[in-house]
């Protein structure tokens, strides 16, 4: 008996140390996101630009024209860092690992989208905002809960995010400068992807989410985008 209950109190503390060491990694992922450390898998679909070619490259756009670009992309910036934050943590606790898989890949085509922004905040002599890390630590909760609700909820979740994601973009192709078509290149890049993870999570099961839910997230991304674009 004592050698079975030694057994067992073993158990539970390889699952605590797994659940430990599953959220340290976490931890370290944010620090690289947030740090502007990761790498994309993909080249910019803007195409590589020396300094001085995309020094021409902003300068061809007005001062208005280019703190407007820089607001836009900045907004998507933030819409990666929460995209990469909530996926992780929706796989982070996802028991289905089918399903776990699918959720990680996206967020690793979400890193793409991450950098290729960055760099047309470089390129426009802007920065990411400056509340990177309350984004991300938000969306990472919001993950976490979105995958104790059942996968077909929790996928429900992610197309229904990338359907609200697709319509920003949409009207950011409407917004950004006609002449910056770099900033409109590397958006409609964006957008295919996400309307891909969309369609991936409503074929593998998604389930639609009630109506205050969906109203609650876009509420939710309104002060998002407002508060991103300025800062």
Partial sequence: MVKQHSMQSGSGFSRRLGVLDGLLSEVGRAMQVLGGSVHA???????????????ESAEALTDA?????AGLMRVNHVGEICAQALYRGQALFCGDAPIKKLLLKAANEEVDHLVWCR????????????????WYAGSLTLGIAASRAGVARNLGFMAETERQVEQHLDQHLSDLPAN???SRTIVRQMRDDEIEHRTTAENNGATKLAAPVRMAMRVMSKVMTTTAYRM
């Fill in 41 to 55: 898998s993909r080249a910019n679909p803007a195409g590589k630009l020396s300094r001085a070619a995309a020094s």
């Fill in 65 to 69: 024209q280019r703190k407007h670009a």
């Fill in 119 to 134: 760099q047309r905040l470089t390129e426009l002599d802007s920065r990411p905002s400056l509340l990177n890390p309350l």
């Fill in 180 to 182: 910056d078509e770099r």
